[in-house]
């Protein structure tokens, strides 16, 4: 049984024609079988409308005519707007689910122009499997959207030739909210068709949001799409350039790894004051964005700079180019021959970090030992043992210091609902913040916008943004659609790592207020500035956003 | 233009008898009083003051004026290996100083901002390498911005 949308089957709307100029969805007039779903849909009703009640309408079915009629004449209303009209013609739509694939084409055509396709948004189409597609089209001018405050109307169409009016309410907010998570409560009570009603509502609802909102209920409704019809994505098919390169936005657009690089950076020379012969083991060696900074404090400190090792520890790059992480090696041996220091490092290949043995790491005597892993410790905890092992090789490496970074969310409890609702908060807490730091400059400060010289250059542009979010999009889908060995985003608190760590014969090192004045005024750089937050708690520095924390550095030693 | 003015400043110098260029020390004198946009203005006049401005030192003097103490040792090897005075008062210390003013945040210490400008410009430095993929000459070459620092530029209002 497939229940079109209840206006539509009305024999009244077809005979209305009140086209309005700007109409940017075209419902198919041409379904099959129309009459019949009419019989059913008479039949079916109880009084109160079934699909308007899961919105939280409750509408009698026999109010419906009235109901249509008072939109068909909200419609015209608008329609005479010039404003509105405008508004909606202009809208330049493009489609979030699709933008990974977009991105992986355009990582081989090596074309960096953007192309944001006008998408038709016949969303009549029931057969669509992944809401995703087609139904929310976030349009640039969202802001100006919320202006036009109508309220309590119903964000449906009532002719086939009306566009939407998309009208931005509170409470469609709360209840898109409302609904993901009853989805989320259907998928694990394993009833997948009212999760697949549900989360077609949320779809809807989605559309009438802006901002931050629209763009985090979009990927968390996709990857419950995706749980549901188990079209879950393998990790694995994660092209390590497309990562990498979603990764560098990432770095740009806001201070979350800027941050774990400086306050580890910190931790790390301070444990390496008065040696001599360093040796860093990065986990999380990536494009090696951390290194230069620590290089050239570790040049200008008193006494000059020690001998600095390096060893990356990455995986396999599918490139048909030169080993990526031996470029990595070769750039920073570049940038530290100009600072004159010595410099030494090895690259290693290694899927996972538990085939790691010390003794491939060709520890020598007489250095000190850091170990550093940025984000790369949560994914052992998908397979059992590994963590442990994991530990135990970096207690055999002797490290004068362990600096871990890690997002500060428990997304690995055993009950889906519970992992849902955490995500779903931190992933928003994430994306407002991103909202405000995308524009770099716009938000940030009172009055005007200055244009600087030394560059003049755009700030964080709208894609580099877009790119961010695909960054993050990633994350949320493995954490809601993907279960076992392929859910990689295990997140736990810095409390539960800290349990960890002390059961494995770690201790906390204090991160000192050095690091603490660095993180502040790294924030106090960002456009966004006034809404990030650096607590310090127990020794360990988080960053957060307003309240809620979001990533955490610590750092350990032997005990 | 530069030309024009040039001969028209060296003419009035002679009429006042003081031809400022023949009193190098002096003008760099006035030089290193300038801010950053006069500086760059400066360069323009002529080739003599060009070749004045270009000279790492007058920003290297721009960059540490504000400050109470001398930058220490080894800095100045630092700051030239990565890209130079100009570059690093341009691209990191004068949006750093701004925003950090506007923010009005207390002082954080000067060592610390000292040390921040030089962590920007460090990775600033290696993103060039990264983008330019390896072509000689990646500390110095180009005066686009690298991603890395774009957060400090600020919008343009169209």
Redesign the interface.
Known sequence: MKREYPNQNHPLFNTSSSASPSSSVNLRPDLPGKSKMFDEFNEQDAGVDELLAVLGYKVKSSDMIDVAHKIEHLEGVIGNDDDLSQIVSDSVHYNPSDLSSWLESMITEINPIVQQPVVDTSFVNDLQAIPGNAIYPPTTTATKKQKTSVSGSVSSSSNNQNSIVIVDSQENGIRLVHTLMACAEAVQNNDLKLAETLVKQAGILAVSQAGAMRKVAAYFAEALARRIYRLNPKPEQNSPALQNLLE?HF???C?YL?FAH?TA?QAILEAFAGKNKVHVIDFSMK???QW??L???L??R?GGPPTFRLTGIGPRTFDHETDHLQEVG???A??AD???VKFEYRGFVAESLSDLEPSMLDLREDEVVAVNSVFELHQLLARSGCIEKVLSTVKEMKPEIFTVVEQEANHNGSVFLDRFTESLHYYSTLFDSLES?G????AG?GG?????????????SDQ?KVMSEVYLGKQICNVVACEGLDRVERHQTLTQWKNLFDSAGFESVHLGS?AY??A???L????G?DGYRVEEHEGCLMLGWHSRPLIATSAWKLR | MSHSICDTILKTNKHNNFPINDHMDLLIEILQRLDGRSLSTAACVCKKWWSIVKNDSLWEHLCFRQLSMPPSVGIRSVVMALGGYRRLYLVCVRPVVSRLKRRRRVSYGESSEVEMWLSLFSVECYERLLGGGGGGGGVVAGESTAKSLRFLCEGVNV
Request: charged content about 10%.
């Open positions: 560098s770095y740009e657009t201070p800027k400086f950076n494009q090696g964005m230069p900074a290089m050239q404090a040049a200008l008193s070769w750039k920073l570049q940038v100009t600072i004159h730091s524009s770099g400059g716009g400060h005007g916008v200055v244009v600087e010289g030394g560059g003049g250059i755009a700030p964080a580099d050095n004045k660095q502040s005024m790294l106090a750089l960002f456009a500035g």
